[in-house]
């Protein structure tokens, strides 16, 4: 709901998400892709507390942030849904794809 209510009064182009190592147990990320994809399709329906709202925009990019490996996010979206970091600067397809940025591999302990 609170997407729709933004969305209507504002143009976004660009949506982030964090998907943090510390999700609570209730987290679904069947729930939190789907929003992704309906974010992507350009059309969010909330039908929360019963106040049915529904929005259509043009197709904002998307970039999500994880810890966990690529690999393990990658299956809850289509293939062609999906373009990381290092082929979206060589194709410059920032505009139709969304960016899946796994931070997990980059990480340092101290004295390394």
Not at 5 to 18: R, Y
Not at 45 to 70: C, D, R
Request: proline share 3%.
């Amino acid at each position: 709901m609170a997407v729709c209510k933004l969305l209507q009064k504002e143009d976004i182009d660009m949506f982030t998400f964090d998907f943090t190592r510390t999700m609570g147990v209730e987290t679904s990320m069947n729930d939190l892709f789907q929003v992704v994809e309906e974010l992507k399709n350009g059309h969010v329906v909330s039908v929360l507390y019963g106040n049915p709202m529904e929005v259509a925009m043009t197709s904002p990019h998307v970039v999500i942030f994880t810890n966990e490996k690529f690999e393990d996010s990658e299956k809850y979206l289509s293939r062609d849904r999906w373009i990381t970091p290092d082929k979206a600067l060589a194709a410059r397809k920032w505009d139709t794809d969304i960016v899946g940025v796994s931070v997990s591999s980059k990480i340092q302990t101290k004295g390394e």
